[in-house]
């Protein structure tokens, strides 16, 4: 049974860092693309970033570009988001999701339960 | 970046009835050299993480009941619900993966009329 396991969130003030991991198992980690993605309680969805097996290609949204880093380490089955001079507007919950090939950044087949992000003063 | 636009923004359906969703896209996704078009659909329910239904417009995933169904190409895509369900109450969403930044529609709320 894949499963996608986000934790490191929590309340930090604006400008501060964060760091999300996500656990996976269930799956063969080093064979998909991971990404992560945010909803504003209450409101939509926004892809954030996106991540090929290997590290070699990543990508971003606008807003969080400049300022969010992904990585992932295959040997340990895990994703990350290091989130640096945070905003009141990050505030979110984040999903890390599991995608569907190895190196494209596609659609996205599993979700983890989400970790929420607040950023207040 | 590929705006996708969800019509309506909620829609409350008599049970056994049919529930239409509509995504249209602000310039195609159809990628001609493989002509698959790239969007898929996801449902939400409340306090639940998205759950993916349908990849390249109308495939199904596994799982999924055939009373959902994917139709559409270009920019225009449409999710039905043959027959609607209790079960199907929740937030819809369309994806496009055609180009990065992967962007979502703003979602559609179906309810029980």
């Known amino acids: 049974e894949v499963q996608l396991v986000e934790s490191g969130g929590g309340l930090v003030q604006p400008g501060r860092s964060l760091r999300l991991s996500c656990a996976a198992s269930?799956?063969?980690?080093?064979?998909?693309?991971m990404h992560w993605v945010r909803q504003i309680p209450g409101k939509g969805l926004e892809w954030v970033s996106g991540?090929?097996?290997?590290?070699?290609?990543?990508a971003y949204a606008d807003s969080v570009k400049g300022r969010f880093a992904i990585s992932r380490d295959n040997a340990k089955s895990s994703l990350y988001l290091q989130m640096n001079n945070l905003r009141v507007e990050d505030t979110a919950f984040y999903y890390c999701?599991?995608?569907?090939?190895?190196?494209?950044?596609?659609?996205?087949?599993?979700w983890g339960q989400g970790s929420l992000v607040t950023v207040s003063s | 970046d590929i705006v996708m636009t969800q019509s309506p923004d909620s829609l409350a359906v008599s049970l056994g009835e049919r529930a239409t969703i509509n995504c249209k896209s602000s310039?195609?996704?159809?990628?001609?050299?493989?002509?698959?078009?790239?969007l898929a659909w996801y449902q939400q329910k409340p306090g639940q993480p998205p759950r993916l239904l349908l990849y390249?417009?109308?495939s199904r995933e596994s799982g999924v009941p055939d009373r959902i169904s994917g139709s559409g190409s270009g920019t225009d895509f449409t999710l039905t619900i043959s027959s609607l369900q209790a079960d199907d109450v929740a937030v819809y969403y369309c994806?496009?993966?055609?180009?990065?930044?992967?962007?979502f529609g703003g979602g559609t709320k179906v309810e029980i009329k």
């Open positions: 999701a599991k995608g569907v090939t190895q190196y494209q950044l596609l659609y996205f087949d599993y």
């Open positions: 269930g799956f063969s980690f080093d064979d998909y693309a």
């Open positions: 991540v090929s097996w290997n590290n070699n290609s990543v």
């Open positions: 310039q195609s996704v159809l990628y001609n050299s493989n002509n698959k078009n790239y």
């Open positions: 390249w417009a109308s």
């Open positions: 994806q496009q993966y055609y180009r990065t930044p992967l962007t």
